[in-house]
């Protein structure tokens, strides 16, 4: 590993919250699936912003609506009608699952999980919840009560309140149907577990889901933050089982890039909410409406929930075909792919982006993730696939490069 000296990691180090353990790279452009540093080097990104950038770095429809919508006119609350948000929900709706037809916006996905929580108490009258183990749900306090992992919830003590929430064994219908009672406001789970190692929910478990959400009215909502707009082969990730949620939290790839967030829902879910009882400065910003839009439309313009399927099928494929006995499976939905080694993923990840300039992450310690955007060519996922091949043949991570190991083992300490 060659050390920067770059005065921007400097910097960043110097002054930054300190939360997160810096990569020892300044990344300053990105186009399609390739990004730059500022030596001029390009990487493969197969990370796009933890699965943000699905239809590539700064798509031009983007860029557009971006760039004219800032010269016009770049916030207006939510009281005050706006063209930009009118046509962006307008969009939104039409793709979405029939039956979510209200929605509330906001800028991040745990802002979409909070709403989430607050929607399903006033929805139902009832304020307990069914959460998965291995789940995540963002880093609010709120949020965090969702959220199994207990390294993002012991820091804060008593300060994240899960008492209301009864977490059960992801892919477990009978300890679904054991928790969910007539005091359950929502049910909460992701249709692939991102973080918690990229584990597709089976169809059966989400359709028993939704019969048993039903029988005791609670409602089912969806986490598909991560899996939605494309990234697993269909706009969202309810569609290949045919479950529709009463609500779905959405964020990340719906504008393209830039910050938003949203709450989708029934009528019946939404009319419940007293005037009020919710709200966000910057949410439904006229500025990510018109990405979002741009974004929308791109996505069905270039069938990019088609391309990630087809390439998403090729590249599990050819991971598959690499046979490393240190791999013990490849698994994944579309282009949302995880391989979980027989060992510690940190060494591989941090090789693969240094040897072979290939971006990647961890989702738990053993697993390495792929979350290129759909937009990616076949050549370059063969470059990935060849330079993941190299670094599992060539990393001893028990005999060399320790202190090179332990920053790895750093950099992937925190996801999302
Ligand atoms: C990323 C993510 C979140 C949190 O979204 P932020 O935009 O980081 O707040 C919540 N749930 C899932 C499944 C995610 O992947």
Known sequence: MTSTQSKWLDIENKYDSGIYTKHQVVMVRGQGATVWDEQGRSYIDCVVGYGVATLGHSHPDVVKAVQEQAAKLMVMPQSMPNDKRAEFLQELVGVLPQGLERVFLCNSGTEAMEAAKKFAITGTGRSRFVSMKRGFSGRSLGALAFTWEPKYREPFGDAVDNKHVDFITYGDIEQLRQAVTEETAAVIMEPVQGEGGVRPASIEFLQEARRITKE???????????????????????????????????????????????????????????????????????????????????????GLAEQAREKGAYMMDKLRAIGSSKIREVRGLGL?????????????????????????????????????????????????????????????????????????????????
């Open 336 to 416: 949302m792919i995880g391989v979980e080694l027989k060992e510690k993923s940190a060494p591989y990840i941090h090789a693969l982006e240094h040897d072979e300039g290939v971006l990647t992450l961890a989702a738990t310690p053993l697993v390495v993730r792929f979350l290129p955007p759909a937009t990616i060519t076949k050549e370059q996922i063969d470059q990935v696939v060849a330079a993941f091949e190299r670094v599992l043949n060539n990393v001893n991570p028990r005999a060399e490069r320790q202190e090179e190991l332990k920053q790895a083992d750093k950099e992937n300490e925190q996801q999302e």
């Open 216 to 302: 005791k009215g609670a409602l089912l909502i969806l986490d598909e933050i991560q899996t939605g707009f494309c990234r697993t082969g269909k706009m969202f990730a309810c569609e290949h089982s045919g479950v529709i949620p009463d609500g779905m939290t959405l964020a990340k790839a719906m504008a393209g890039g830039v910050p938003i967030g949203a709450f989708a829902m029934t009528q019946e879910v939404a009319q419940k909410m007293p005037g009020g009882g919710h709200g966000t400065t910057f949410g439904g910003n006229p500025l990510s409406m018109a990405a979002g839009t741009a974004a929308i439309r791109a996505m069905k313009r270039e």
